[in-house]
């Protein structure tokens, strides 16, 4: 899996963060969502398709490896 973010629909919610902290964080400063791991391990996806459908400005972006949508 791939994970892309527009951090600019961000709304710093944290719903990402409280999904999956092994892949995502927040800035410190704005409360913007920081990626820490672009391309998790297979037993983080559920906690990753969780974090992604639960961002409410949908801005957390899924592929499979072999670059097509999740």
């Keep these: 899996m791939k994970v892309t ?5 961000c709304v710093g919610a ?4 409280l999904s999956a902290p092994d892949v ?4 410190e400063g ?4 920081l990626l820490l791991d672009p ?9 990753v398709h969780e974090a992604a459908d639960l961002c409410p ?3 957390i972006f899924l592929a499979a490896s072999d670059g097509r949508t999740t």
Excluded: I, K, M, T
């Design 57 to 59: 400005a949908q801005a």
């Design 30 to 33: 704005d409360g913007v969502v």
């Design 39 to 47: 391309e998790p391990a297979a037993s983080l996806a559920d906690a």
């Design 14 to 17: 944290g719903h990402c963060v």
């Design 5 to 9: 973010l527009d951090p600019e629909r």
């Design 24 to 27: 995502f964080d927040q800035d």
